[in-house]
Protein backbone atom coordinates (compact mmCIF):
# COMPACT_ATOMS: atom_id res chain seq x y z
CA UNK A 1 0.00 0.00 0.00
CA UNK A 2 0.91 3.35 -0.91
CA UNK A 3 -1.63 5.50 0.37
CA UNK A 4 -1.27 9.47 0.26
CA UNK A 5 -3.34 12.29 1.12
CA UNK A 6 -3.15 14.56 -1.25
CA UNK A 7 -6.17 17.58 -0.56
CA UNK A 8 -9.22 18.81 1.32
CA UNK A 9 -12.38 17.58 0.76
CA UNK A 10 -13.71 20.78 0.75
CA UNK A 11 -11.25 21.82 -1.71
CA UNK A 12 -12.42 19.68 -4.46
CA UNK A 13 -15.98 19.79 -4.47
CA UNK A 14 -18.64 17.97 -6.45
CA UNK A 15 -17.81 18.64 -10.07
CA UNK A 16 -14.04 20.02 -9.79
CA UNK A 17 -10.33 18.60 -9.89
CA UNK A 18 -7.71 19.16 -8.38
CA UNK A 19 -3.88 18.53 -10.26
CA UNK A 20 -2.03 17.26 -7.01
CA UNK A 21 2.10 15.59 -6.85
CA UNK A 22 2.67 12.81 -5.26
CA UNK A 23 5.63 11.08 -4.74
CA UNK A 24 6.98 12.50 -7.97
CA UNK A 25 4.15 12.53 -10.38
CA UNK A 26 1.37 14.49 -11.40
CA UNK A 27 -2.35 12.83 -10.39
CA UNK A 28 -5.48 14.57 -11.02
CA UNK A 29 -8.58 13.86 -8.01
CA UNK A 30 -11.65 14.14 -9.69
CA UNK A 31 -15.01 14.67 -7.57
CA UNK A 32 -18.04 13.50 -9.96
CA UNK A 33 -21.34 14.10 -7.36
CA UNK A 34 -19.06 13.12 -4.06
CA UNK A 35 -17.88 10.09 -5.62
CA UNK A 36 -13.94 10.99 -6.05
CA UNK A 37 -11.44 9.61 -8.78
CA UNK A 38 -7.77 9.55 -9.59
CA UNK A 39 -6.14 9.38 -12.63
CA UNK A 40 -2.43 10.30 -13.42
CA UNK A 41 -1.95 13.54 -15.18
CA UNK A 42 -0.01 11.99 -18.17
CA UNK A 43 -1.75 10.99 -21.44
CA UNK A 44 -0.80 7.50 -22.44
CA UNK A 45 -0.72 8.86 -26.23
CA UNK A 46 1.81 11.46 -26.47
CA UNK A 47 1.79 12.62 -22.50
CA UNK A 48 -0.25 15.31 -22.97
CA UNK A 49 -2.03 16.75 -19.47
CA UNK A 50 -4.75 15.14 -19.78
CA UNK A 51 -6.28 15.68 -16.37
CA UNK A 52 -6.74 19.48 -17.59
CA UNK A 53 -9.14 18.04 -20.39
CA UNK A 54 -12.69 18.12 -20.74
CA UNK A 55 -14.82 16.22 -18.74
CA UNK A 56 -17.95 14.47 -20.60
CA UNK A 57 -20.21 11.82 -20.55
CA UNK A 58 -20.12 8.84 -22.93
CA UNK A 59 -21.42 9.20 -25.81
CA UNK A 60 -22.45 5.43 -27.75
CA UNK A 61 -24.53 4.50 -30.27
CA UNK A 62 -26.39 0.74 -31.55
CA UNK A 63 -27.37 2.49 -34.99
CA UNK A 64 -26.65 5.78 -36.96
CA UNK A 65 -28.62 8.33 -35.34
CA UNK A 66 -29.20 7.33 -31.93
CA UNK A 67 -27.36 8.87 -29.49
CA UNK A 68 -26.99 6.98 -26.06
CA UNK A 69 -25.39 9.45 -23.38
CA UNK A 70 -24.69 8.42 -19.61
CA UNK A 71 -22.16 8.44 -16.99
CA UNK A 72 -22.03 12.30 -17.16
CA UNK A 73 -18.72 13.36 -15.49
CA UNK A 74 -16.90 10.38 -16.39
CA UNK A 75 -15.42 10.72 -19.51
CA UNK A 76 -11.70 12.64 -19.47
CA UNK A 77 -10.72 14.35 -22.75
CA UNK A 78 -7.11 14.98 -23.30
CA UNK A 79 -6.64 18.69 -24.28
CA UNK A 80 -4.01 17.39 -26.75
CA UNK A 81 -5.77 15.32 -29.80
CA UNK A 82 -9.31 14.31 -27.47
CA UNK A 83 -8.83 10.78 -26.72
CA UNK A 84 -11.24 9.82 -24.04
CA UNK A 85 -10.67 7.86 -21.13
CA UNK A 86 -12.56 6.72 -18.57
CA UNK A 87 -11.70 7.53 -15.11
CA UNK A 88 -12.82 4.48 -13.21
CA UNK A 89 -10.68 2.38 -14.93
CA UNK A 90 -8.51 4.29 -17.05
CA UNK A 91 -9.44 2.59 -20.13
CA UNK A 92 -9.51 4.46 -23.52
CA UNK A 93 -12.80 4.58 -24.79
CA UNK A 94 -11.38 2.74 -28.29
CA UNK A 95 -9.06 0.11 -27.98
CA UNK A 96 -9.15 -0.14 -24.04
CA UNK A 97 -7.21 -3.29 -24.01
CA UNK A 98 -4.32 -1.86 -25.15
CA UNK A 99 -4.63 2.07 -24.20
CA UNK A 100 -5.31 2.86 -20.65
CA UNK A 101 -4.04 5.64 -18.21
CA UNK A 102 -3.06 4.68 -14.70
CA UNK A 103 -6.11 5.48 -12.67
CA UNK A 104 -5.89 5.02 -8.74
CA UNK A 105 -8.22 4.44 -6.07
CA UNK A 106 -9.82 7.46 -4.58
CA UNK A 107 -11.55 7.54 -1.32
CA UNK A 108 -12.38 10.18 1.56
CA UNK A 109 -10.41 9.59 4.68
CA UNK A 110 -11.65 11.73 7.94
CA UNK A 111 -8.63 13.70 9.73
CA UNK A 112 -9.35 11.64 12.72
CA UNK A 113 -8.84 7.93 10.93
CA UNK A 114 -5.20 9.83 9.88
CA UNK A 115 -4.23 10.89 12.58
CA UNK A 116 -5.33 7.81 14.77
CA UNK A 117 -3.31 5.67 12.62
CA UNK A 118 -0.22 7.73 12.76
CA UNK A 119 1.91 7.37 16.06
CA UNK A 120 3.46 10.90 14.96
CA UNK A 121 1.09 13.81 14.37
CA UNK A 122 0.75 13.81 10.99
CA UNK A 123 1.14 17.01 10.45
CA UNK A 124 4.82 17.19 9.52
CA UNK A 125 6.63 16.24 6.38
CA UNK A 126 9.42 14.85 8.59
CA UNK A 127 6.88 12.69 10.40
CA UNK A 128 7.51 9.69 11.71
CA UNK A 129 7.16 6.58 9.38
CA UNK A 130 3.34 6.35 9.20
CA UNK A 131 1.99 3.25 10.55
CA UNK A 132 -0.14 0.65 8.57
CA UNK A 133 1.58 1.76 5.32
CA UNK A 134 0.06 5.50 5.53
CA UNK A 135 2.16 7.84 3.96
CA UNK A 136 1.76 11.63 4.34
CA UNK A 137 1.37 12.90 1.01
CA UNK A 138 2.07 16.53 -0.81
CA UNK A 139 -0.48 18.29 0.94
CA UNK A 140 0.95 17.25 4.96
CA UNK A 141 3.96 18.61 2.80
CA UNK A 142 2.53 21.84 2.51
CA UNK A 143 1.35 24.08 4.76
CA UNK A 144 -1.67 22.43 5.82
CA UNK A 145 -1.80 20.18 8.69
CA UNK A 146 -4.14 16.88 8.64
CA UNK A 147 -6.78 18.02 11.78
CA UNK A 148 -9.15 15.52 12.97
CA UNK A 149 -11.67 18.23 12.24
CA UNK A 150 -11.70 17.41 8.27
CA UNK A 151 -12.11 15.35 5.94
CA UNK A 152 -9.21 14.77 3.11
CA UNK A 153 -8.85 12.87 0.16
CA UNK A 154 -6.56 9.80 0.22
CA UNK A 155 -5.00 8.19 -2.86
CA UNK A 156 -3.66 4.87 -3.03
CA UNK A 157 -0.72 4.65 -5.65
CA UNK A 158 -0.50 0.99 -5.77
CA UNK A 159 -4.13 0.43 -6.56
CA UNK A 160 -5.89 0.64 -9.76
CA UNK B 1 -5.68 -20.74 -74.92
CA UNK B 2 -6.61 -17.65 -75.74
CA UNK B 3 -4.32 -14.73 -76.94
CA UNK B 4 -3.97 -11.50 -74.63
CA UNK B 5 -4.78 -8.18 -75.53
CA UNK B 6 -2.26 -5.40 -75.58
CA UNK B 7 -1.47 -4.31 -71.77
CA UNK B 8 -2.87 -7.23 -70.20
CA UNK B 9 -0.79 -8.18 -66.94
CA UNK B 10 -1.17 -11.99 -67.81
CA UNK B 11 -0.58 -13.58 -64.60
CA UNK B 12 0.62 -17.43 -64.12
CA UNK B 13 -1.16 -19.22 -62.13
CA UNK B 14 -4.34 -21.74 -61.86
CA UNK B 15 -7.89 -20.72 -60.63
CA UNK B 16 -7.69 -17.08 -61.14
CA UNK B 17 -10.46 -14.62 -61.18
CA UNK B 18 -10.58 -11.48 -62.50
CA UNK B 19 -12.35 -9.38 -60.73
CA UNK B 20 -12.95 -6.76 -63.79
CA UNK B 21 -14.17 -6.73 -67.16
CA UNK B 22 -16.65 -4.91 -69.46
CA UNK B 23 -19.68 -5.64 -71.25
CA UNK B 24 -20.50 -2.59 -73.57
CA UNK B 25 -24.27 -1.76 -74.69
CA UNK B 26 -23.67 -1.67 -78.56
CA UNK B 27 -26.52 0.73 -79.59
CA UNK B 28 -30.01 1.51 -78.07
CA UNK B 29 -31.19 -0.62 -80.25
CA UNK B 30 -29.49 -3.23 -78.76
CA UNK B 31 -32.28 -3.11 -75.47
CA UNK B 32 -35.17 -3.09 -77.68
CA UNK B 33 -36.14 -7.24 -76.94
CA UNK B 34 -35.80 -6.84 -73.80
CA UNK B 35 -37.70 -2.54 -73.41
CA UNK B 36 -41.81 -2.42 -73.33
CA UNK B 37 -43.04 -1.57 -76.58
CA UNK B 38 -43.71 2.00 -75.17
CA UNK B 39 -40.02 2.53 -74.39
CA UNK B 40 -39.13 0.84 -77.82
CA UNK B 41 -41.49 3.95 -79.47
CA UNK B 42 -40.40 6.17 -77.48
CA UNK B 43 -36.85 5.91 -78.18
CA UNK B 44 -36.96 5.17 -81.92
CA UNK B 45 -39.52 8.79 -82.11
CA UNK B 46 -37.16 10.78 -80.87
CA UNK B 47 -34.07 9.56 -82.05
CA UNK B 48 -32.39 8.82 -78.28
CA UNK B 49 -29.34 7.05 -78.76
CA UNK B 50 -29.36 5.24 -75.56
CA UNK B 51 -27.47 6.30 -72.17
CA UNK B 52 -24.42 6.00 -74.10
CA UNK B 53 -22.75 9.30 -71.79
CA UNK B 54 -19.20 7.14 -71.24
CA UNK B 55 -16.49 8.33 -68.78
CA UNK B 56 -14.15 6.03 -70.64
CA UNK B 57 -14.64 8.30 -74.14
CA UNK B 58 -14.32 6.06 -77.10
CA UNK B 59 -11.62 7.92 -78.82
CA UNK B 60 -9.21 8.16 -75.99
CA UNK B 61 -6.41 5.38 -75.81
CA UNK B 62 -7.57 4.01 -72.07
CA UNK B 63 -11.00 3.22 -72.90
CA UNK B 64 -10.02 0.20 -75.34
CA UNK B 65 -7.40 -1.98 -75.35
CA UNK B 66 -5.75 -2.40 -79.43
CA UNK B 67 -7.67 -4.88 -80.53
CA UNK B 68 -10.35 -5.14 -78.06
CA UNK B 69 -13.05 -3.87 -80.47
CA UNK B 70 -14.64 -6.23 -82.50
CA UNK B 71 -13.96 -4.81 -86.01
CA UNK B 72 -17.18 -4.30 -87.37
CA UNK B 73 -18.34 -0.85 -86.13
CA UNK B 74 -19.32 -1.87 -82.64
CA UNK B 75 -17.48 -0.68 -79.51
CA UNK B 76 -14.66 -2.12 -77.83
CA UNK B 77 -16.11 -4.48 -74.91
CA UNK B 78 -19.94 -5.06 -77.19
CA UNK B 79 -18.45 -8.65 -78.22
CA UNK B 80 -18.85 -12.10 -76.21
CA UNK B 81 -15.68 -13.67 -78.24
CA UNK B 82 -13.31 -11.66 -77.67
CA UNK B 83 -13.66 -11.44 -73.77
CA UNK B 84 -13.08 -15.15 -74.23
CA UNK B 85 -10.37 -14.83 -76.45
CA UNK B 86 -8.26 -12.22 -74.64
CA UNK B 87 -9.61 -12.85 -70.84
CA UNK B 88 -11.50 -15.57 -70.23
CA UNK B 89 -9.41 -18.40 -72.54
CA UNK B 90 -6.12 -17.49 -70.89
CA UNK B 91 -4.67 -19.90 -69.08
CA UNK B 92 -5.29 -19.90 -65.46
CA UNK B 93 -8.40 -17.65 -65.83
CA UNK B 94 -11.39 -19.67 -63.89
CA UNK B 95 -13.51 -16.80 -63.61
CA UNK B 96 -14.46 -12.87 -64.13
CA UNK B 97 -16.76 -10.63 -62.62
CA UNK B 98 -18.87 -8.76 -65.27
CA UNK B 99 -19.46 -4.50 -65.03
CA UNK B 100 -21.53 -2.68 -67.66
CA UNK B 101 -21.43 1.28 -67.01
CA UNK B 102 -24.23 1.87 -69.12
CA UNK B 103 -24.84 5.29 -67.77
CA UNK B 104 -28.65 4.96 -66.59
CA UNK B 105 -27.77 7.90 -63.85
CA UNK B 106 -27.72 10.39 -66.90
CA UNK B 107 -31.09 9.59 -67.49
CA UNK B 108 -33.68 12.50 -65.71
CA UNK B 109 -36.72 10.32 -66.69
CA UNK B 110 -37.12 8.03 -63.80
CA UNK B 111 -39.49 5.59 -65.47
CA UNK B 112 -37.23 5.55 -68.46
CA UNK B 113 -34.16 5.27 -66.63
CA UNK B 114 -35.73 2.29 -64.62
CA UNK B 115 -36.74 0.86 -67.50
CA UNK B 116 -33.24 0.67 -69.56
CA UNK B 117 -31.53 -0.24 -66.30
CA UNK B 118 -33.97 -3.53 -66.27
CA UNK B 119 -33.52 -4.16 -70.25
CA UNK B 120 -29.70 -3.38 -69.74
CA UNK B 121 -30.03 -6.16 -66.79
CA UNK B 122 -32.26 -8.09 -69.20
CA UNK B 123 -29.25 -8.23 -72.17
CA UNK B 124 -26.43 -9.00 -69.78
CA UNK B 125 -28.57 -12.05 -68.04
CA UNK B 126 -29.50 -13.37 -71.82
CA UNK B 127 -26.24 -11.90 -73.84
CA UNK B 128 -23.71 -12.64 -72.02
CA UNK B 129 -24.19 -14.49 -68.20
CA UNK B 130 -26.76 -16.97 -69.77
CA UNK B 131 -24.46 -18.19 -72.45
CA UNK B 132 -21.04 -18.02 -70.45
CA UNK B 133 -20.83 -19.02 -66.76
CA UNK B 134 -17.46 -18.14 -66.45
CA UNK B 135 -19.04 -14.40 -65.88
CA UNK B 136 -20.61 -13.03 -63.16
CA UNK B 137 -22.48 -9.91 -63.67
CA UNK B 138 -23.54 -6.81 -61.70
CA UNK B 139 -26.66 -4.96 -61.74
CA UNK B 140 -26.87 -2.03 -63.07
CA UNK B 141 -29.37 0.44 -61.00
CA UNK B 142 -30.93 3.82 -61.26
CA UNK B 143 -28.97 4.53 -58.64
CA UNK B 144 -30.48 8.20 -58.25
CA UNK B 145 -33.65 7.58 -57.46
CA UNK B 146 -32.82 4.66 -54.22
CA UNK B 147 -36.35 3.59 -54.56
CA UNK B 148 -36.08 2.37 -58.04
CA UNK B 149 -32.90 1.08 -57.51
CA UNK B 150 -34.07 -1.15 -54.77
CA UNK B 151 -36.87 -1.72 -56.99
CA UNK B 152 -34.36 -3.68 -59.37
CA UNK B 153 -32.51 -5.25 -56.72
CA UNK B 154 -35.90 -6.86 -55.64
CA UNK B 155 -36.73 -7.68 -59.19
CA UNK B 156 -33.12 -9.70 -60.34
CA UNK B 157 -31.17 -9.93 -57.00
CA UNK B 158 -31.87 -13.35 -56.24
CA UNK B 159 -30.59 -14.25 -59.65
CA UNK B 160 -27.16 -16.41 -58.53
CA UNK B 161 -25.65 -14.94 -61.81
CA UNK B 162 -25.70 -11.35 -60.56
CA UNK B 163 -23.03 -11.20 -57.63
CA UNK B 164 -23.15 -7.38 -57.25
CA UNK B 165 -24.49 -3.70 -57.67
CA UNK B 166 -23.09 -1.48 -59.83
CA UNK B 167 -23.08 2.32 -58.14
CA UNK B 168 -20.83 4.64 -60.74
CA UNK B 169 -18.44 6.26 -58.17
CA UNK B 170 -19.61 9.88 -58.77
CA UNK B 171 -22.58 10.24 -57.10
CA UNK B 172 -24.94 13.32 -56.41
CA UNK B 173 -25.10 12.47 -53.06
CA UNK B 174 -22.46 9.78 -51.20
CA UNK B 175 -23.70 6.42 -50.95
CA UNK B 176 -23.71 6.01 -47.14
CA UNK B 177 -26.21 8.68 -46.46
CA UNK B 178 -29.49 7.55 -44.61
CA UNK B 179 -31.72 7.68 -47.53
CA UNK B 180 -29.29 5.38 -49.66
CA UNK B 181 -29.65 2.88 -46.76
CA UNK B 182 -32.99 0.83 -48.28
CA UNK B 183 -30.44 0.23 -51.30
CA UNK B 184 -27.60 -1.13 -49.39
CA UNK B 185 -29.83 -3.39 -46.97
CA UNK B 186 -31.54 -4.42 -49.92
CA UNK B 187 -28.14 -5.75 -51.36
CA UNK B 188 -27.07 -7.51 -48.15
CA UNK B 189 -30.44 -9.21 -47.78
CA UNK B 190 -29.82 -11.01 -51.12
CA UNK B 191 -25.86 -11.27 -50.49
CA UNK B 192 -24.84 -9.21 -53.17
CA UNK B 193 -22.16 -6.82 -53.11
CA UNK B 194 -22.28 -3.60 -53.28
CA UNK B 195 -19.79 -1.74 -55.80
CA UNK B 196 -18.33 1.43 -56.50
CA UNK B 197 -16.83 1.68 -60.56
CA UNK B 198 -14.93 4.52 -62.24
CA UNK B 199 -17.39 7.08 -63.36
CA UNK B 200 -20.71 7.94 -63.29
CA UNK B 201 -22.85 11.42 -63.87
CA UNK B 202 -24.78 13.03 -61.63
CA UNK B 203 -24.19 16.58 -62.80
CA UNK B 204 -21.73 17.55 -60.02
CA UNK B 205 -18.39 18.09 -61.17
CA UNK B 206 -15.96 15.17 -60.63
CA UNK B 207 -13.34 16.96 -58.13
CA UNK B 208 -14.52 18.60 -55.04
CA UNK B 209 -13.01 22.00 -56.40
CA UNK B 210 -15.15 22.22 -59.12
CA UNK B 211 -15.26 21.65 -62.43
CA UNK B 212 -11.95 20.48 -64.07
CA UNK B 213 -10.75 21.70 -67.88
CA UNK B 214 -9.58 18.26 -68.89
CA UNK B 215 -10.29 14.53 -68.99
CA UNK B 216 -6.62 13.50 -67.19
CA UNK B 217 -8.36 15.85 -64.17
CA UNK B 218 -11.25 13.09 -64.24
CA UNK B 219 -9.48 10.16 -64.52
CA UNK B 220 -6.58 10.40 -62.41
CA UNK B 221 -9.17 12.21 -59.67
CA UNK B 222 -11.26 9.46 -59.58
CA UNK B 223 -9.43 8.21 -56.63
CA UNK B 224 -10.32 11.13 -54.77
CA UNK B 225 -14.15 10.51 -55.62
CA UNK B 226 -13.58 6.65 -54.21
CA UNK B 227 -12.13 8.16 -50.84
CA UNK B 228 -14.79 10.50 -50.24
CA UNK B 229 -17.16 7.49 -50.95
CA UNK B 230 -15.36 5.19 -48.76
CA UNK B 231 -15.00 8.06 -46.26
CA UNK B 232 -18.47 8.32 -46.12
CA UNK B 233 -19.76 4.68 -46.26
CA UNK B 234 -18.06 4.41 -42.52
CA UNK B 235 -18.72 7.54 -41.08
CA UNK B 236 -22.61 6.52 -41.61
CA UNK B 237 -21.51 3.72 -39.62
CA UNK B 238 -23.38 1.43 -42.69
CA UNK B 239 -20.38 -1.01 -41.97
CA UNK B 240 -22.00 -1.99 -38.49
CA UNK B 241 -25.70 -1.41 -39.73
CA UNK B 242 -25.79 -3.75 -41.95
CA UNK B 243 -22.87 -5.99 -40.82
CA UNK B 244 -22.95 -8.31 -44.08
CA UNK B 245 -22.28 -5.31 -46.10
CA UNK B 246 -19.13 -5.73 -48.49
CA UNK B 247 -18.02 -3.36 -50.87
CA UNK B 248 -15.82 -3.21 -53.55
CA UNK B 249 -14.22 -0.48 -55.08
CA UNK B 250 -12.99 -1.09 -59.08
CA UNK B 251 -10.93 1.34 -60.98
CA UNK B 252 -9.90 3.87 -58.07
CA UNK B 253 -6.46 2.86 -57.49
CA UNK B 254 -5.35 1.19 -53.87
CA UNK B 255 -2.14 2.77 -52.76
CA UNK B 256 -3.83 6.15 -51.24
CA UNK B 257 -5.63 3.39 -48.95
CA UNK B 258 -2.61 3.83 -46.01
CA UNK B 259 -2.38 7.19 -45.61
CA UNK B 260 -6.25 7.63 -46.40
CA UNK B 261 -6.92 4.85 -43.36
CA UNK B 262 -4.12 6.60 -40.97
CA UNK B 263 -4.89 10.02 -41.02
CA UNK B 264 -9.27 8.22 -40.76
CA UNK B 265 -8.26 6.02 -37.74
CA UNK B 266 -6.19 8.81 -35.54
CA UNK B 267 -9.28 11.40 -36.03
CA UNK B 268 -11.51 8.77 -35.17
CA UNK B 269 -9.95 8.38 -32.09
CA UNK B 270 -10.38 12.55 -30.90
CA UNK B 271 -13.50 13.04 -32.98
CA UNK B 272 -15.49 9.85 -33.13
CA UNK B 273 -18.24 11.29 -30.18
CA UNK B 274 -20.01 13.03 -33.36
CA UNK B 275 -20.19 9.44 -35.34
CA UNK B 276 -20.43 7.26 -32.11
CA UNK B 277 -22.20 4.55 -34.42
CA UNK B 278 -18.75 3.80 -36.44
CA UNK B 279 -17.53 1.81 -32.98
CA UNK B 280 -14.38 0.62 -34.51
CA UNK B 281 -11.41 2.36 -36.54
CA UNK B 282 -12.16 3.03 -39.67
CA UNK B 283 -9.34 0.74 -40.76
CA UNK B 284 -10.86 -2.50 -39.67
CA UNK B 285 -13.94 -1.75 -41.57
CA UNK B 286 -12.02 -1.92 -44.25
CA UNK B 287 -10.63 -5.16 -43.96
CA UNK B 288 -13.16 -6.94 -42.89
CA UNK B 289 -15.80 -5.06 -45.51
CA UNK B 290 -14.09 -3.52 -48.45
CA UNK B 291 -11.95 -5.25 -51.22
CA UNK B 292 -10.39 -3.14 -54.80
CA UNK B 293 -9.78 -4.39 -57.84
CA UNK B 294 -6.00 -3.64 -58.91
CA UNK B 295 -6.16 -2.00 -62.11
CA UNK B 296 -5.29 0.74 -62.98
CA UNK B 297 -2.47 -0.03 -60.91
CA UNK B 298 -1.21 2.94 -59.09
CA UNK B 299 1.93 2.10 -57.94
CA UNK B 300 5.56 1.59 -59.57
CA UNK B 301 6.52 -1.80 -60.52
CA UNK B 302 10.39 -0.76 -61.88
CA UNK B 303 10.72 -0.58 -57.61
CA UNK B 304 10.41 -3.86 -56.20
CA UNK B 305 11.04 -2.12 -52.81
CA UNK B 306 8.39 0.22 -52.74
CA UNK B 307 6.43 -2.31 -54.22
CA UNK B 308 6.50 -4.66 -51.39
CA UNK B 309 5.77 -1.78 -49.12
CA UNK B 310 3.53 -0.23 -50.69
CA UNK B 311 1.33 -3.54 -50.65
CA UNK B 312 2.26 -4.65 -47.22
CA UNK B 313 0.85 -0.75 -46.11
CA UNK B 314 -2.49 -1.88 -47.73
CA UNK B 315 -2.87 -5.59 -46.57
CA UNK B 316 -2.44 -6.21 -50.61
CA UNK B 317 -3.12 -9.89 -49.55
CA UNK B 318 -6.39 -9.78 -47.20
CA UNK B 319 -8.06 -6.64 -49.88
CA UNK B 320 -6.88 -6.75 -52.91
CA UNK B 321 -8.44 -8.37 -55.99
CA UNK B 322 -6.72 -8.60 -59.74
CA UNK B 323 -8.69 -7.52 -62.30
CA UNK B 324 -7.60 -6.69 -65.89
CA UNK B 325 -10.15 -3.95 -66.49
CA UNK B 326 -10.27 -5.24 -69.93
CA UNK B 327 -10.69 -4.01 -72.48
CA UNK B 328 -10.03 -0.22 -70.66
CA UNK B 329 -5.70 0.24 -71.36
CA UNK B 330 -4.34 2.14 -68.18
CA UNK B 331 -0.68 2.39 -69.64
CA UNK B 332 -0.25 -0.29 -67.33
CA UNK B 333 3.10 -1.82 -68.76
CA UNK B 334 2.18 -5.36 -69.85
CA UNK B 335 4.59 -7.20 -67.98
CA UNK B 336 3.28 -9.29 -65.68
CA UNK B 337 3.53 -7.33 -62.56
CA UNK B 338 1.90 -10.49 -60.67
CA UNK B 339 5.22 -11.67 -60.51
CA UNK B 340 5.96 -9.29 -57.55
CA UNK B 341 3.88 -10.66 -55.45
CA UNK B 342 4.88 -11.65 -52.12
CA UNK B 343 4.32 -15.94 -52.55
CA UNK B 344 1.55 -15.85 -50.08
CA UNK B 345 -0.30 -13.33 -51.37
CA UNK B 346 -0.48 -15.06 -54.65
CA UNK B 347 -3.01 -16.85 -54.82
CA UNK B 348 -5.31 -14.64 -52.24
CA UNK B 349 -5.06 -11.85 -55.04
CA UNK B 350 -5.33 -13.59 -58.12
CA UNK B 351 -8.54 -16.08 -57.17
CA UNK B 352 -9.08 -16.58 -53.45
CA UNK B 353 -10.20 -12.85 -52.45
CA UNK B 354 -12.45 -12.50 -55.25
CA UNK B 355 -13.90 -15.80 -54.82
CA UNK B 356 -14.58 -15.50 -51.03
CA UNK B 357 -15.73 -12.02 -51.40
CA UNK B 358 -18.12 -12.92 -54.07
CA UNK B 359 -19.08 -16.74 -52.85
CA UNK B 360 -18.35 -17.82 -56.27
CA UNK B 361 -18.10 -21.47 -54.91
CA UNK B 362 -21.44 -21.68 -53.76
S1 LIG C 1 -1.58 13.37 -25.84
FE1 LIG C 1 -3.50 12.87 -25.11
S2 LIG C 1 -4.62 12.43 -26.86
FE2 LIG C 1 -2.69 12.86 -27.62
Redo the contacts with the bound molecule.
Sequence with gaps: MSIHVVARLDEVPPGTRKVVEVAGREIGVFNVDGELFAVRNR??????P?CE?YVSGAVSSTTPGEYHFDRVGEILR??????EFDMRTGQSWFDPARVRVRAYQARIASGASLVATDEAPATTTDAAPPAEGMVPGPYVAETYPVSVEHDYIVVDLLSR | MGEVGIGMARPAGAGIVDADVHCTVPSAAALFPYLADHWVEQIRQSGFSGASENAYPPGIPTSARPGSAPGDGRPAGSDLDVLRTQVLDVDGVEAAILNCAYAVDTIRNPDAASAIASAVNDWQLAEWLEVEPRLHGSLVVPSQIPELAVAEIERLGDDPRFVQVFLPARSAVPYGRRDFHKVLAAAVERDLVVSLQYGGFPGNPPTAVGWPSYHIEEYVGMASVMQSQLMNLIAEGVFDAFGDLRVSLVEGGFTWLPSFLWRFDKDW??LRREVPWVRRPPSEYVHDHVRLTTAPLDLDTHRPEAFATLFAQVGGADVLMYASDHPHLHADTGDDWTSMLPEDARAPVLGDNARAFYRLNR
Excluded: E, R
Aim: aromatic share 12%; charged share 5%; glycine share 18%.
Design positions: CPHMAGLGCPWHQW | KG
